[in-house]
T-cell receptor, first 114, second 118 residues
Framework: KAGVTQTPRYLIKTRGQQVTLSCSPISGHRSVSWYQQTPGQGLQFLFE???????NKGNFPGRFSGRQFSNSRSEMNVSTLELGDSALYLC?????????????FGEGSWLTVV | ELKVEQNPLFLSMQEGKNYTIYCNYSTTSDRLYWYRQDPGKSLESLFV?????AVKQEGRLMASLDTKARLSTLHITAAVHDLSATYFCAVVRIRASLGMNRDDKIIFGKGTRLHILP
């Protein structure tokens, strides 16, 4: 079956702009979570959605937001981009994070802010 | 605050040798994940460990969890070059609160970059 799909894979944005990243989870998965990976900070949890509700949130500023649609697809938005937002953004899906189900990651979206 | 420490952060070893990667965490958790990441690629799930004493094995990799010691290990047996990658552990902190909006967080270790020499 198809894995977690993220679009776009690569993008370049200018400081101050905003960006929206999209994620399609594995069919049947209702939990979608987002992560930021940078060489300096490593892998950091952004937030997790389940049935269109944000259940969990990491320690990122309000410029980072997300949503989940009724078909479990999710989007992440970063407003007022800063140079430090350059990173690999990973989306992951799971049947239900609460139950300790395996979390499957997508290939990621590489964001460069110039 | 939940902290996750992996060691070593870098490991170079010969094929055929055994080695262990350690993952220590600072607060109560009942769920730990191990992932593999190849350069420029995403994370591949290796193991999910859900309870104290859990042990899982897949090929040359074996993971265990000791929740009392707050320690998980990833043991590599008779390493082969194909196992060269970065390995991450991730710990879920569960803090129940009223309603749907809980404060569960998943914290990753910094990763162990494993280089296996042929």
């Amino acid at each position: 079956k198809a894995g977690v799909t993220q679009t776009p894979r690569y993008l370049i944005k200018t400081r101050g702009q905003q960006v929206t990243l999209s994620c399609s989870p594995i069919s049947g998965h209702r939990s979608v979570s987002w992560y930021q990976q940078t060489p300096g900070q490593g892998l950091q949890f952004l937030f997790e959605y389940f049935s269109e509700t944000q259940r969990n949130k990491g320690n990122f500023p309000g410029r980072f937001s997300g949503r989940q649609f009724s078909n479990s697809r999710s989007e992440m938005n970063v407003s007022t981009l800063e140079l430090g937002d350059s990173a690999l953004y990973l989306c992951a899906s799971s049947l239900n994070w609460d139950r300790g189900n395996t979390i499957y990651f997508g290939e990621g979206s590489w964001l460069t802010v110039v | 605050e939940l902290k996750v420490e992996q060691n070593p952060l870098f490991l170079s070893m010969q094929e055929g040798k055994n080695y262990t990667i350690y993952c220590n965490y600072s607060t109560t958790s009942d769920r730990l994940y191990w992932y593999r990441q190849d350069p420029g690629k995403s994370l591949e799930s290796l193991f999910v460990l859900l309870s104290n004493g859990a042990v899982k094995q897949e090929g040359r990799l074996m993971a265990s969890l000791d929740t009392k010691a707050r320690l998980s290990t990833l043991h590599i047996t008779a390493a082969v070059h194909d196992l060269s990658a970065t390995y991450f552990c991730a710990v879920v902190r569960i803090r129940a609160s009223l309603g749907m909006n809980r404060d569960d967080k998943i914290i990753f270790g910094k990763g162990t970059r494993l280089h296996i020499l042929p």
